[in-house]
């Protein structure tokens, strides 16, 4: 059996999970994710434990904040109290950013055509704290980490960018970073967004001190959820901040003290207020789509989406061109493509758009993402699509 073949038994395995999507073809789960029908099922069950919270036992409370940082441990490769419970990778990069002593001078790096969040963390930090923000373009036509370990001066303090990037998929050799800033005592934040759950990944393994994510991409989860993976040295050097009245050290409810409350010494203090709940339909529909994302396994997800994109880039007529790395390596789960001009690479995206053809336009590349519900004929259906 050759490879495209058993990643479609493994798709056929899992397709079932969903809803049918009739005449669309959604290729575009580095948007949105679709929600499975188990995680349905989930926000269903919390909407009725709402309506009837009398219903509910107080030993309950917490029982979505667990089983979501249990499912994300099981991911990482890390101990449940490393993750702290976000609304987003906005809000872990945030606190991060906000939890330091910075001096005037300090030199943060990311990169040219990062995913807004960056920018948005880091240049007001400038006038905050005195801080500076260094961008890096790439030598090539692809991020690389000689680019930005090339950049590294005295001043830098942190290395802040994405494990895959969202405008094309391209895949960073986090190891070499992660050995770089290791090596000259420099933090490195990683996004990786578009990668957990698509990717395999050990956080020992990609050596970052803090990860942060969307939970709403492949983790299958809402808008609204995310992690914040914190190493125990950061977490010790971090600042006191103020923290979610639940976040304590004793996670039982009838015991937390209401009066001089401590927070947790783990990465549970920096949970997002008021969110570790049961009763916070995001964070039950999370739990529910995590641990479906860890029984499929993000190897799976990953083989299956790196041979839909091959076959995308073998088919693709020849008006059109990838944007994407080639090699599977160099590329995470998805991919992207262009026209002969800018100008039709937007009519062609609103042209698939027209045909109920799911994809997204991103910094001038139209990206296809697909999933486990997705098949060789969506693949072919987006070439026909092209050609005619």
Known sequence: MN???TNEATSNAWRTEWQDFGEFTYLNTAAHAAFPKSTVTAV????????????????????????????LANLL???????ALTTGASTGLQLFALSLKWQVGD?????????????ATWKPMEARTGLRLKIVSPRDQFLTATDLIEAITPR??????????????????????????????????????QSCGAIPMSVRELGADLIVS?????????????????????????????????????????FLDLVAPEPSPDARRWDSAESATYFNLNLSAMASSVELVGRIGPQNVLNHGRALIRRLFDLLPSA????????????????????????ETVRV?????????????????IRVSPYLFNTEEDIDALIGALVG
């Open 3 to 5: 490879t495209l073949s």
């Open 44 to 71: 269903e069950d919390a909407l009725a434990a709402k309506a009837m919270p009398h219903t509910m036992s107080d030993s309950l409370y917490f029982d979505a904040p667990i089983r979501v940082r249990r499912a």
């Open 77 to 83: 490769d890390a101990r449940p109290e490393e993750i």
């Open 107 to 119: 030199e943060v790096i990311s990169a040219a055509g990062e995913f807004p969040t960056q920018y």
């Open 156 to 193: 830098t303090r942190v290395i802040s960018v994405s494990q895959v990037r969202f405008d094309n998929g391209a895949l960073l050799d986090t190891a070499s970073v992660a050995d770089a800033c290791r090596s000259r005592g420099i933090l490195f934040v990683l996004d990786v967004s």
């Open 214 to 254: 969307a939970g709403y991409k492949w983790l299958l989860g809402p808008s609204g959820t995310g992690f914040a993976w914190i190493s125990q040295a950061l977490l010790e050097s971090m600042r006191p901040a103020p923290f979610h009245w639940a976040a304590q050290t004793n996670a039982d409810f009838s």
């Open 320 to 343: 059109f061109s990838p944007a994407s790395p080639m090699e599977d390596g160099a590329r995470g789960s998805f991919g992207c493509f262009v026209a002969s001009t800018p100008e």
């Open 349 to 365: 995206s609103q042209e698939l758009k027209a045909r109920q053809i799911i994809v997204s336009l991103r910094e001038g590349r």
